[in-house]
């Protein structure tokens, strides 16, 4: 629990409680952190650099705070918060995986932070408020896993997003596993194989013959599928197998978004995530695909990432201005005292 307010040396109180917001992006490749008061100043933020376990409960809320607890502390101390009166946490996989999440997870952060205020979102959701704010449109999340979700600010739909095993198609594990097939097919001698692939897969797993043991057992195997996605895009200048692979990643990526785009008005179209870092090997191919499946929607640059998403509903929330549409598998809030519609 944070203190209501600082006291002075002979035990008053010099000034009230300086309220903040807490926000998580939980990603398939670890969590980022940051707590910020609501006056607009910077937030403080930092990172672990591992994923929340997922069981058979779906996403573990235990884990996540273990996980969140001490760098939250340690956040609002250098942010200068004294007490979280708002969270949001932003999670991969939140929407098929997050009933326990739901279940527990409101009364947890207010039991060790003194939360009052819990919003708990789909990661598809807190990169649209990220990327787009309180506009209509469609935003594609691209890292380790991919979703697309769009809304007309009435209610969301979403395509995708359903794991590395499942779909997420074109993501970043997506393109990884695709490298690592083409590099194995090479190793073999199939048609369709990469020797470019086969050398960067040696050199970061080692023998080919090992690299199912290396992979199938991980808790963390999307990210793990995830690291090879560079290499693929580092190949493709010189090899039209790595080549094809983001161009048919491209096209799924643009498939999702289009399903979820709103077919009337001028809506807006952003990319977010940390799979655009791949750069133009990919985007050159993105950039065609959207134009090519979405004609009538304006693309733009995103406002900001995910984690940016969560301190924007953060504060929405505190100020009771929210706008974005509640939904119970995509965005679910306790304890707000009013919202806009």
Not at 98 to 107: F, I, K, N, S, V
Not at 161 to 167: A, F
Not at 200 to 205: D, P
Not at 208 to 237: H, K, M, N, T
Request: with cysteine.
């Amino acid at each position: 629990m944070f203190p209501a307010g600082r006291e002075s040396s002979e035990g008053g109180t010099v000034r009230p409680a300086f309220p903040g917001f807490l926000a998580v992006d939980s990603g398939g490749s670890g969590l980022r952190v940051a707590v910020g008061a609501f006056d607009g100043a910077p937030p403080a933020e930092g990172k672990v650099g591992h994923p929340v376990r997922t069981g058979e409960r779906g996403i573990d809320p235990a884990h996540l705070l273990d996980l969140v607890l001490p760098l939250a502390r340690a956040l609002a101390a250098e942010a200068g918060v004294d007490e979280l009166t708002t969270a949001v946490i932003g999670a991969a996989g939140f929407a098929t995986l997050g009933a326990a999440l739901r279940a527990e997870l409101p009364d947890a952060l207010a039991g060790t932070l003194g939360v009052r205020t819990v919003g708990l979102a789909a990661d598809a959701v807190t990169a649209y408020i990220g990327a787009l704010g309180p506009r209509p449109g469609a935003v594609l999340a691209a890292g380790t896993g991919l979703i697309a979700i769009g809304t007309d600010l009435t209610g969301w739909r979403r395509a995708d997003g359903w794991g590395h095993l499942l779909g997420d198609c074109g993501g970043g594990a997506w393109i990884g596993r695709a490298g690592l097939e083409a590099a194995l097919r090479a190793y073999d001698g199939r048609a369709g194989g990469s020797a470019p692939l086969l050398e960067r897969a040696r050199e970061r797993f080692g023998p080919p013959p090992e690299l199912p043991g290396l992979v199938y057992p991980r808790p963390d195997r999307a990210a793990v599928l995830a690291s090879f996605a560079p290499e693929v895009a580092a190949c493709a200048p010189r090899d039209p197998v790595s080549t094809g692979i983001l161009r048919t990643a491209a096209q799924h990526m643009a498939e999702a978004v289009t399903a979820v785009c709103p077919a009337s008005g001028a809506p807006e179209v952003a990319c977010t995530g940390g799979l655009l870092k791949l750069g133009e090997p990919l985007l050159s191919f993105l950039q065609e695909e959207l134009a090519r499946q979405l004609p009538h929607a304006r693309p733009t640059s995103a406002q900001g990432d995910p984690l940016h998403g969560c301190a924007r509903l953060a504060s929405a929330l505190a100020a009771g201005d929210a706008v974005w549409p509640e939904d119970p598998r995509l965005l679910c809030v306790t304890g707000a005292r009013k919202r806009a519609t």
